[in-house]
């Protein structure tokens, strides 16, 4: 693995991770929210409430097109570096070619991985301190 790769995983993995505590917190706290307010909720829960459903869905959409932009640009290096592999026997660097087409794979899997997770995980993160204040 090469130096960019080893930077994407170091970056998947603390968003991840960030997330994988930031979501039960939020969560922890939503429900805590919703019991508090009952059957009657005031303008303030209800306001959190269709805040908390306008987050996810705007999140998800980020998402959505985050991945989409950079899996087309994957695909588009990806190509490039197919055609430099199949006439790599023509020019004599074959195994160069090789590796040089799977680090592209490696690289552009892990971008578009955390490209797409980078909305959901910094909302929940967010979330996470702004209900812990209040």
């Known amino acids: 693995m090469n130096a960019r790769t080893h930077q994407e995983l170091r970056r998947l993995s603390n968003q991840t991770?960030?997330?994988a505590v930031a979501a039960p917190?939020?969560?922890a706290l939503r429900l805590n929210q919703f019991a508090a307010a009952g059957?009657?909720?005031n303008q303030r829960d209800v306001a959190e409430f269709t805040q908390m459903i306008v987050e996810?869905?705007?999140a998800f959409f980020q998402a959505w097109s985050v991945m989409m932009l950079q899996t087309m640009i994957a695909q588009q290096s990806m190509s490039v570096r197919l055609w430099e592999w199949s006439l790599s026997p023509l020019r004599g660097n074959q195994q160069a070619a090789s590796l040089a087409l799977w680090n592209q794979m490696q690289n552009s899997t892990l971008t578009i991985a955390n490209k797409s997770l980078k909305p959901i995980s910094s909302k929940a993160v967010a979330n996470a301190k702004r209900l812990s204040r209040s």
């Open 25 to 27: 917190h939020v969560v």
């Open 17 to 19: 991770r960030d997330l």
């Open 56 to 58: 996810k869905q705007t």
């Open 39 to 41: 059957n009657t909720p």
